[in-house]
């Protein structure tokens, strides 16, 4: 324990002295800057140095301004307090305007010393501009320069004049390194110095060979001894053994040319050719390996959603690729070792420029065929439209690069030919890495959890994959001939920031306010959760009451969080005061809808008007109060569907609260008996039957009123107050189901509405015929008849209360009854 104790405080006395030594103000050294300074400024001017002096320049130019970037926070502290004290003073006064003698010293005070701490910064500032725009010119002159050699035109490879010259040319050198080989053989000393090396040379042999040879023996049985002790993980340890069967052939080659240097058979220029054989056995293997990782014939195992066919053949191709990136490779050191003219190093490398296109053209219509109905199951790209497009888009990118490549070298660009070809070969092949190792991360993900990432629909393998393609876009870059220099600009230009008015928005002041505002809603969210869980429930405050104190905390906490997140970042937001002003001009016409809600919002927060389990109509719609947020309130309906009602409608319209304060609330019945009941002694039997229900309050009284003479019924009215408005039909169920009961009993009829329809002038329907004829078939009368009718309709109206209509044929009479009868009738089946 004492150990880690002493440990921990090494650890405490280290920290504080780097805090120490970061706190100290960066100091520079001008004379020895306006030295490089002159230098730079003479070569740029020039234009004479060569590009390999340009980047070496530029890279202390770069140096030099990242040091006077940091110089121009010198007394940055100091500053800032004068600022403060000169503020406290107040404005300087005007021409005509004078002030206290000693606030005048102080203040004249207070500014010399404020500028004399102010010029290391300025110095360094002014020194900063000059180091930064040298380092723009120097970008410019060698983007210059790559753009002149990219274009420029050169000699033919299908010039046939050509073509002897770099026949004799490689068959010279093959002679010669033949010849060199040779000669160290015969001689003595070579022969006496490997002899004496005898037994390391044939321990590196061994060696290589049984790692090239015995090695993915070795590993598939250890694999297999893996697989068969854990169920899981079968995808992850297969990936480490395909890593591990590069790692020992890659050691196996390294072997193999430590066996030829130690033999002391090797000359200069093969030793530069030794130098390179491990780099091409690594390419091979990777290749290779990319190869096998993308077109496995293992369904489980392949990244792409394509038929074993065309993974088989895909699968050759790319191998063939690399085996002609190797011979490319191979050519052009042989090249610079024999220092080949331009001619025929063009001639020598266009067969291989143009096999490699024939290749990626058939790689590119391989691509182009990649669907969702493939017969492959479980590949990474099953299922996803998106990158399926974006693979067949890089199908057909790929096939016009392998036409326009050959083209634009056969012309005489080759540097244009050998700048889509190349490059095209390595995107593939970077893009395959990505898509094997997020393959990686999703096997490594079901081994952890145990579950498959694509079938839980997991978050994790998703950033991944994200960060996985964001760190291979600084690589595309390069690959496709952005300079070291350029990115390292870029990060340059991330780490100072983003200037705006008069104040610089940095990476570090970004961080410090995400932090910061973390770390206040996080306090904020516990604070919420405290108040909801422990303290507000033992108070006397209702449920609405403490879900609006708690918004209200939230908003007010997020409010105070960003406020304190700014002030710790050191964001001077004043300068962005016009910009503020005009954005709100826009806001207010273009978002009225949505600030005139989130105003209504904290409205109803601070007045409550409506509480979170309330039961309101709002707009026709009754439902439960089950959110209220800033913008909008959640209403389940009775039918449990949630209703989004903007904030400004409970403000600006009218809403009707039935649970507001209690849930306390009337029901109102309307009953209908026969002519001819004893209206008191229905009375009586409906007052009976509301005061015996368990949830009507005897106080206030319920009321039952005979409410007037309907045209089928007696009309009652049931008035009673009940304990929870929300049962009420519940309660008015049982009031029907007590009340058919009770009036059976008592022999009470409920009567229902009953009506004949006639023709009141028939013949009008059939003017041609004789009245006194046939009847017609839809109805016709005879005087008879009609006055069989009449006495019908009598003795119908004294059963039923309608006074018939009359001979002439009143239709006021028979209107008003008909729609008063079906009206009491449709009360009295109620």
Sequence with gaps: MLRWCRVAALWLVLALCAGLAGAQEP???YETWSEVADRAEEAVANEQASTEAFEELRTKLAGWRDTFLQAESTNASRIQTLQSQLDALGPAPGEDETEPESIALRRSQLNDELQRLQAPARRAQEAHTQADGLIREIDTIVRTRQAN?????GPSPLNPTLWPDAGSALVQSGQSLLLELRENVLSDAKRSEAWRNMPVIVLLLVLALLLVVRGPIWIDKLIGWLRSSTRRGSGVWSFIASIIRIILPFAGLVMLVAAFRASSFVGVNLERVLEMIPVWGAALLIVRWLAD?????????????LPRKQRLEARYYANLLAILLVLRSAGE???????????????????????????????????????DDSETDGTLLEGSTFRLRIARTIGRL??????????MSGIGYDAVGQGLIYPTI???????????????VNDLYQLVTGRDPQASDSLFPVLAGLILMLLQVPVLALIWGARVADLTELWTRFQVGLQIGETRISPSDFLTFAVVFAIGYTLTRMLQGGLRSTILPKTRIDVGGQNA???????????????????AAGLDLSSLAIVAGALSVGIGFGLQTIVSNFVSGIILLIERPISEGDWIEVNGNHGIVKDISVRSTRIETFDRTDLIVPNSDFVSGTVTNYTRGNVIGRVVMTVGVAYGSDTRKVQDILLRIVRQHDLVLLNPEPMVTFEEFGASSLKFVIRAIIRDVGQILIVTSDFHHEIAQRFAEEGIEIPFAQRDVWLRNPEALFPDRDPAGPRPPGGGSTPEDKASRERAAAEQSSHSGIVPAGRDGDADGGSDGGGDGGADGGDGGR
């Design 27 to 29: 100091e520079a050294d």
């Design 149 to 153: 050699a990219l274009l420029a035109l």
């Design 293 to 305: 990782q993308s077109f496995n014939s293992n369904d489980d195992i392949a990244t792409l959603p």
């Design 333 to 371: 050191t042989i090249g610079e070792i024999f220092s080949y003219p331009e001619e025929v190093q063009v001639v020598l490398d266009y067969p291989v420029l143009l096999l490699c296109a024939l290749m990626l053209w058939r790689l590119g219509h391989i691509l182009t065929t990649l669907s």
């Design 398 to 407: 790929t096939i016009f690069v392998a036409i326009l490549g050959p083209v």
């Design 426 to 440: 390595r995107t593939l092949a970077l893009l395959a890495l990505v898509l094997v190792l997020q393959r990686f």
């Design 549 to 567: 104190l708690v918004a209200g905390i939230g908003y007010l906490g997020i409010f105070v969080a960003a406020l304190i997140a700014v002030t």
